[in-house]
């Protein structure tokens, strides 16, 4: 199997070499490699010190993901506001800034004896705040930087190295608790930080950011326009409620498959971390995919046809029984798959979303969908705890997985699936609409 790097290479050498002669965004993707290494690393490096380091219990370990989730919530549509207002650049410095002095601080607390839970539960919540401002700025950043043709492959490349990220962060941040002590390990993780900002900060690029007047009620004012833009728009809409209709029954969905896994089929912990693993490959080729399809087939027919085989695939997992190396091998397959497809119909999605969206709306638009998505979340994945209580595992797993297959109809459903190989035209923005 490939390593995260080596597919993200080849995902690199897919992008046209124009793009690649645009030192800003060889800046960007580096920065943005190397901030998601350090987030990623450090969602595994915290709890493990709360275990390790503070012999937390299952209940406080729940507390302190939740908070560090938390800011994705509470703080998405102000973020998308800000990110706005000011330039990328200077919001993703401060934003790996503030991270990289949080572990900094965890690191010397710790080396003290002076790290408790409530410092580390403001440490994660630090860290989850930071990093939504981080997430919209970059997403924002790659619109100011490249031209309109090179969104998708722009996208393809950004995106296939956070797929990287997601599986080595967490392998890198385990390994570096295991081979090191924790305040090492924090202070390590802390350099990823560092050198994105040494990469972001060699972007040249002037951004040239409207003035706003800075009172609250101008803020309340703003975050109004962006939902208003996402709901008048037909394609923001069908993205942002096919988003929405994933994200709670994924988050249903992964409830009851991480009971469905050792309860039902009765795996052990390694065969597990395997299957989940397998994503993480799968997102990488589906990131390859995306710099080539949608110009080829059209965005429309790519991302009706992979959402419906992305989510679709996974209907197969609630008929497998028992722990024998074929059902491991297809529970494998399976997420191979999803992620592939899965990873194709995100690319896809901000390349159109990016696309329609104007300039002074960017930040805005991706806090509205991200806060209309993920926001959602928690509410899924109670819904999927109670299904699988009263209802029993296989049989919630699967309504879970049915409802998944949702977003794809209403993409089906919706002018999103006439969309051709061109993307749509930036709509216009309410910014100046009271």
Do not use: K
């Not at 498959?257 to 597990?272: D, K, M, N, V």
């Amino acid at each position: 199997m490939p390593s995260g790097y080596s597919a993200v290479s080849d995902s690199a050498r897919s992008v046209t070499p124009s793009l690649w002669r645009n030192s800003d965004f060889r800046s960007l993707w580096i920065g943005q490699t190397a901030s998601q290494l350090g987030e990623h690393a450090s969602l595994v490096i915290l709890p493990l010190i709360a275990v390790l380091t503070l012999n937390v219990g299952a209940d406080q370990l729940g507390v302190l993901r939740a908070v560090g989730q938390a800011p994705q919530l509470l703080l998405a549509l102000f973020v998308g506001v800000w990110v706005d207002r000011w330039r990328t650049r200077t919001v993703m410095v401060l934003a790996d800034l503030g991270r990289a002095l949080a572990l900094g601080g965890a690191a010397v607390a710790a080396l003290v004896g002076g790290l408790g839970l409530p410092a580390l539960l403001a440490i994660a919540f630090t860290i989850g705040a930071l990093s939504v401002f981080f997430d919209v700025a970059y997403q924002a950043s790659l619109v100011r930087l490249v031209r309109r043709d090179q969104l998708l492959q722009g996208n393809s490349a950004i995106e296939g190295s956070r797929s990287a990220a997601q599986i080595g962060g967490p392998a890198l941040g385990g390994t570096m608790m295991s081979l090191l002590s924790a305040p090492i390990a924090a202070a390590s993780s802390a350099l990823f930080f560092v050198v994105s900002i040494l990469g972001i900060s060699r972007i040249r690029h002037r951004e040239s950011i409207p003035q706003h007047p800075g009172g609250p009620q101008r803020i309340w004012r703003q975050i109004h326009e962006g939902l208003r833009f996402v709901v008048r728009d037909t394609w923001l809409r069908t993205v942002c409620l096919a988003s929405a209709a994933f994200q709670v029954s994924f988050a249903a969905m992964m409830t009851a498959y991480l009971l469905f896994l050792p309860r039902e089929l009765h795996l052990s912990g390694t065969a597990i971390g395997l299957v989940l693993a397998a994503t993480g490959p799968g997102a990488l080729v589906g990131s390859l995919l995306a710099a080539r399809l949608p110009s080829r087939l059209g965005y429309g027919t790519v991302l009706v046809a992979a959402a419906a085989i992305g989510d679709g695939v996974l209907l197969c997992v609630p008929a497998l029984h028992g722990t024998s190396v074929a059902t491991i091998a297809a529970l494998i397959a399976i997420n191979l798959v999803f992620g592939a497809f899965g990873q194709l119909v995100n690319v896809a999605v901000m390349a159109v979303r990016q696309a329609v969206t104007p300039n002074t709306m960017q930040g805005r638009v991706t806090a509205t969908l991200t806060f209309a998505g993920m926001g959602l979340t928690p509410f899924g994945s109670l819904l999927g705890g109670l299904l699988a209580e009263h209802w029993r595992i296989r049989p919630a797993l699967l309504v879970t997985v049915a409802g998944m297959m949702l977003s794809p109809v209403l993409m089906a459903l919706s002018p999103l699936a006439r969309l051709g190989p061109a993307l749509p035209a930036p709509a216009a923005t309410h910014d100046h609409v009271h």
